[in-house]
């Protein structure tokens, strides 16, 4: 393994790295051509986003809307499932690995944030940084304004207030705000369409 790819390899596990050398370039310059292209293309051309989204991310779930401007590090160490919807201004640092569940609701200008910087000044001014992964569940519902730090899960089902920050776990079933962001309520899992919806408006 050259130096490059071993800290390149030591970035996705969470240790501490230093982005330098030719993978992390290649990797890097990819996400950036696909990010202007995206951010360029007509607002209502969405196969055309699609399209470029699955060259830029690492999975595209069927049914994935996602409202440009978007901006992400890397792109191929997102994956967001299907039926997910995002909207404008929203930032994927995604020096480790995002997960985005199945139907999810990402309202503008969330920020999942994977990267963090170590404490010790001489390390950072030595230019070393480091990551951590982040879990959205499915069917979650993170509110306008949302960030998400380092190492955090969100479990499914959940939804977390406009403007909270999510500093650690959020269980399933559950509604969250603040900052730090903490469970104020836990949620129903057995509410159907048909007990809160007019009958003809059903199929």
């Not at 890397?74 to 499932?81: A, E, L, P, Q, R």
């Not at 503008?108 to 000044?121: D, G, I, K, N, S």
């Not at 519902?141 to 977390?160: E, K, Q, R, T």
């Not at 079933?173 to 509410?191: I, R």
């Amino acid at each position: 393994m050259t130096r490059d790819e071993e800290l390149y390899q030591r970035m996705l596990n969470g240790e501490l790295y230093k982005p330098e050398g030719t993978q992390f370039q290649e990797i890097h310059s990819h996400a950036m051509v696909c990010q202007d292209e995206f951010n360029a293309l007509p607002s209502a051309d969405w196969d055309a986003h699609y399209a470029v989204l699955t060259r830029w991310l690492g999975r595209v779930g069927d049914g994935v809307i996602v409202r440009a401007p978007l901006r992400v590090d890397y792109g191929k160490h997102v994956t967001i499932g299907d039926g997910t919807f995002v909207n404008y201004d929203c930032i994927f640092l995604d020096v480790a690995p995002i997960a985005i569940g199945k139907n999810c609701q990402i309202a503008p200008r969330v920020q999942l944030l994977t990267a963090w910087h170590p404490l010790e000044p001489t390390l950072r001014s030595e230019g070393w940084e480091g990551g951590s992964p982040i879990v959205v569940g499915n069917n979650v519902w993170l509110g306008a304004g949302v960030m998400v730090l380092p190492g955090v899960s969100i479990g499914d089902n959940s939804v977390i207030g406009a403007g909270s920050v999510v500093t650690r776990d959020i269980p399933a079933n559950t509604v969250a705000v603040g900052s730090p962001a903490h469970v104020v309520k836990e949620l129903p899992t057995d509410v159907s369409a048909r007990d809160v919806i007019p009958s003809h408006l059903l199929d």
